[in-house]
């Protein structure tokens, strides 16, 4: 990322080291006494509620909400609607990649500036949330301060008990495609996981829903929740961009995710020019941060996400080998995401550590890398590119914290 700066990232960090950061905790029992929409409002009012004054999309589901948030994000702008903030998570390189404005990162001097303005306000009341409700409404907080009319905002984990959660009245709900992941916070169904993506919907308030690889267990949880909520459901629908240069030169998930977004731009009163449109850069999702050799950065972490990861690779490269530097976390499917990523043209593999945020699963990777009679190696540490094979195409994945590796490794001098 352009002006990264290492001391900075250090400084804004440092302001939240009171504040228990459950992304890097999700082994725990989804309970309100971790994951609360309580707290939210007495932070809120500690910026003046900077919801009342934003026109707010919310994003949730397993896979797409990232990219959807930031293509829609874009289709704001393009159209003249904004300024337009824009809220994800986590990040690959830098804290700003969470705090955009107009597709661009706010400045280091703004978000540390406003942040220690939140901490200490927070820390002299004697409270104690969590990373990611200060950073919500942080985010929130820097949308009003840059003027933003709209924002798109992206939940954590889940949705029902997500801190993004307190929003009460959002323009418009987004649920992206609902596959298995933090099962053991969200529930180990489709349907489970769906009831907890559908606790974003409001009374009255339009959703839209995305293509689901599990529609007869996903669509009934989502449609029930709609209807007792009296929210009208629509479908993304694919002739918003048939026919458009821009959609033909996308991968197929990534088609499914523009589709999701323009549909929602629609609801809002917008009309996207796809003639015009141009793609937002989508740090992390089938990320190309090299040509020379070719280096992709994916953070796939679950099965289903590894399945259209190859599906992805497959349009965009047809018959490329790979060489996969895959590190998973604890608590993933590692076999299934190994079979997955195995269809890939010629693959081998690197077996290797995420970055040190969460416990590694790679011992299970071996098991099952060895089980499955693949081509691997096990590399624990991969800090400089002499770590890896010399002129190979390399796609780094299994994690965003896998991820960020390959983003650091090959990022622009």
Known sequence: MR????????????????FINLERKTDR???????SLRRMNDLAALVGHPERHLQIV???????KGSTALML?????????????IFTSPHLLSVRERFLVDQQPLSYELIIGEADNLCRAVLARGWRPNFFEVMTVLALRLMVVRSCRYAVVETGIGGLLDATNYIPSPQCCIITAISFDHTNLLGRTIAAIAAQKAGIIKPGVPVVVGRQPYPRQALPVIEAAAAARGAPVHYADSKTVEGSAVAGGLAPMQQENLTVAATAARLIGLQPDF?????PELPGRCQVVSGKPLVVVDGAHNPDSARR???ALGFLYPDTPFTVVLGVVEGKDCPAILQQLSKLPGARFILT???????????????AARQQGLSFEARPEIDSRTSLPDGQNLLFTGSFFTAVIGAELFQPE
């Not at 702008?77 to 300024?83: K, L, N, T, V």
């Open 275 to 279: 003639a015009t449109f141009q793609m």
């Open 309 to 311: 990861l190859v599906e």
């Open 29 to 35: 029992e989804y309970i309100s006494r971790d994951f």
């Open 58 to 64: 919310h994003i949730a589901g397993t896979k797409g």
């Open 353 to 367: 550590n995420p970055r040190p945020f969460k416990p590694s699963a790679l011992a299970e990777l071996v098991a």
């Open 73 to 85: 994000g874009a289709m704001i702008e393009q159209a003249g609607a904004g300024p337009c903030g």
């Open 3 to 18: 002006d990264y700066d290492i001391e900075s990232e250090q400084r804004f960090l440092a302001l939240f080291k009171h």
